[in-house]
């Protein structure tokens, strides 16, 4: 019988969780969101983010611009914001701004995306004052608070993003799992999800992802969050066709999107927890 992953409830139990570590700081964390342009999407992701903050005793902040120069953003990241315990830039940004040089501009101790070359690089060579991006965390932690052994199982991962599929990649080979990544250009798919024990799925495509190109028993994380023809929000994966056929799956909404806000709350806790060990 098919096990529904709960990203909602495990997000929750996160967050009760980091409350008791916020309690043990001398001050709240802080996390400021900047938000660039009017993407209706950034907006929202910003607010709830700022909410979830708020709910478990971090101080968040949202700075909104409709336009702005690079430069000018990046001497606000680095004159206002440097004390701030943590920093994230809501993406895409606009077309004419050049992200690298943005996210750049935010120190690594205070990257809790993880995202700058700094953090790129370090995990690589497992420092352990590292950020790891929130989403690929979040897939994870709801595997681990599940028992599901990652240890020796052949992980498939389909997308090769840089928030996303190539940082995962990387963590689950750190936890021995065997790695297979895939990308636009693994044909055919299924020949690669086929061979999936772990298959997580971080493409952008609404129910790519058909009964026939999975084996019974895969374990399956899908991060997609996608609209299907009538509007509805739906993963990567066609939830409801292949979910018999799976021993564990995260659902969508309610799977990945929960673990991905708790993430970044953990990271900001930790980068508040860092910092005050190094006074
Ligand atoms: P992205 O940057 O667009 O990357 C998509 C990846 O999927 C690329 O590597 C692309 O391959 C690959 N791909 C596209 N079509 C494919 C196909 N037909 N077969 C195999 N691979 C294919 O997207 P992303 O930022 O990683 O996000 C992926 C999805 O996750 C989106 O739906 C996004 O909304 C969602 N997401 C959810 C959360 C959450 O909190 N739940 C967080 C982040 C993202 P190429 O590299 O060859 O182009």
Redesign the pocket.
């Known amino acids: 019988m098919v096990i529904m992953l709960d990203g909602k409830a495990t997000a929750q139990t996160l967050k009760e969780e980091l409350k008791v570590r916020i309690k043990k700081l001398e001050r709240k964390p802080t996390l400021s969101i900047i938000c660039v342009g009017n993407d209706p999407a950034s907006v929202i992701y910003a607010k709830n983010q700022a909410k979830a903050c708020k709910e478990i005793g971090i101080d968040a902040k949202i700075h909104t611009f409709d336009k702005i120069s690079d430069l000018k953003l990046v001497e606000f990241i680095s004159n206002e914001l440097k004390d701030e315990d943590a920093i994230i830039v809501e993406l895409p940004l606009p077309d004419e701004m050049n992200t690298e040089k943005i996210l750049e501009a935010i120190r690594p101790d205070q990257d809790v995306d993880g995202l700058h070359y700094v953090n790129v690089g370090r995990r690589l060579f497992d420092y352990e004052d590292v950020f790891y991006p929130?989403?690929p965390l979040?897939c994870l932690e709801i595997l681990d608070r599940y028992n599901i052994e990652i240890e020796g199982k052949h992980a498939v991962v389909?997308?090769?993003?840089h928030?996303?599929?190539r940082p995962l990649a990387t963590m689950l080979e750190k936890r021995n799992a065997t790695v297979t990544q895939?990308?636009?250009?693994?044909k055919p798919?299924s020949k690669y999800t086929l061979l999936a024990d772990i298959l997580i799925t971080?493409?952008?495509?609404a129910k790519?992802i058909k009964a026939d190109m999975i084996k019974k028993g895969v374990i399956v994380i899908d991060?997609?969050?996608?609209r299907d023809k009538n509007g509805k929000l739906c993963g990567?994966v066609d939830f409801e066709n292949v979910k018999e056929k799976c021993s564990f799956i995260t659902p969508v909404p309610g799977?990945?999107?929960p673990?991905?806000?708790a993430e970044l709350l953990a990271n900001t806790v930790l980068a508040s927890e860092r910092k005050k060990r190094k006074k």
């Open positions: 929130c989403t979040g389909v997308g090769r993003s928030l996303v599929g895939c990308h636009s250009h693994s798919l971080a493409i952008g495509k790519l991060v997609g969050m996608n990567d799977g990945i999107g673990m991905t806000v």
